[in-house]
């Protein structure tokens, strides 16, 4: 005859950690399915714990919270002793856009801040920080009439190009073709792209 699961206090966490993971997929990034699913069950955020199979002991592993959109507006990562390993927060525009990344170490202090400037729904300016607030990088990200990125230039914290990227794509819009180029305008790296349909 049938009977039910009786459930110890550290298997109830396993089953608890387990249907989590499959939902989120650890404490990665959310596909669109995934965050459609957020907005719909209307959850607020989700704790991973992590079991050692071994000793049974449970720890926090991670953590993140959701706006009413199902975007991610905060992260932690947690080592095994419990103790924070690092934390990020996000902001969004009307779009769902996300606009500002930051990442902060285990004090809490900024380490280091992105955002992101848009034209439409895409992207065409990155700009990372650091801990004090100056420039690191800027990234502009140029777009054809069919949405397709075709250039993308860093610069250094001064506005000095470092680096350009060239994509070439096929009749179905594949990149087919990325080509880097040093600050002085020298090809560094070709990447090809092949499909098999």
Same mark, same amino acid.
């Given at each position: 005859?049938?009977?039910?699961?009786?459930? $110890?206090?550290?298997? &109830?966490?396993?089953?608890? &950690? %387990?249907?989590?993971?499959?939902? !989120?997929?650890?404490?990665?990034?959310l $596909? =669109?399915?995934?965050?459609?699913?957020v #907005?719909?069950?209307?959850?607020k955020?989700?704790?991973?714990?992590?079991?050692d =199979? @071994?000793?049974g002991?449970?720890? +926090?592993?991670? &953590?993140? +919270? !959701?706006? $009413?959109?199902g975007?991610?507006?905060?992260k932690?990562?947690?080592r095994?002793?419990?103790?924070?390993?690092?934390?990020?927060?996000?902001?969004y525009n +009307?779009?769902?856009?996300?606009?500002?990344?930051?990442?902060?170490?285990?004090?809490?202090?900024?380490?280091? #801040?992105?955002?992101?400037?848009?034209?439409?729904k895409?992207?065409?300016?990155?700009?990372?920080?650091?801990?004090?607030g100056?420039?690191?990088?800027k990234?502009?990200? =140029?777009?054809?009439?069919?949405?397709?990125?075709?250039?993308? %230039?860093?610069?250094?914290g001064?506005?000095k190009?470092? #680096?350009? $990227?060239?994509?070439?794509?096929?009749?179905?819009g594949?990149?087919?073709?990325?080509?880097?180029?040093? =600050?002085?305008?020298?090809? @560094?790296?070709t990447?090809?792209?092949?499909?098999?349909?």
């Amino acid at each position: 005859m049938w009977e039910p699961l009786k459930y $110890s206090n550290n298997m &109830y966490k396993l089953h608890t &950690y %387990i249907c989590m993971a499959v939902l !989120f997929g650890s404490v990665g990034h959310l $596909s =669109a399915q995934k965050k459609k699913d957020v #907005r719909k069950l209307q959850i607020k955020s989700v704790t991973v714990s992590e079991i050692d =199979a @071994r000793t049974g002991e449970v720890h +926090k592993d991670g &953590y993140k +919270k !959701f706006d $009413s959109n199902g975007n991610v507006v905060e992260k932690e990562k947690y080592r095994k002793d419990g103790t924070l390993k690092s934390k990020e927060s996000h902001k969004y525009n +009307k779009n769902d856009d996300e606009i500002e990344e930051v990442i902060y170490d285990e004090s809490g202090a900024v380490k280091e #801040r992105k955002t992101t400037e848009y034209k439409g729904k895409d992207p065409v300016l990155e700009t990372r920080y650091d801990e004090e607030g100056k420039v690191i990088e800027k990234i502009s990200f =140029a777009y054809n009439a069919l949405g397709e990125k075709i250039q993308e %230039i860093t610069y250094d914290g001064h506005g000095k190009v470092i #680096r350009k $990227s060239v994509f070439t794509y096929d009749k179905n819009g594949m990149v087919i073709e990325k080509k880097t180029y040093n =600050a002085d305008g020298e090809l @560094r790296q070709t990447k090809k792209y092949a499909y098999e349909y």
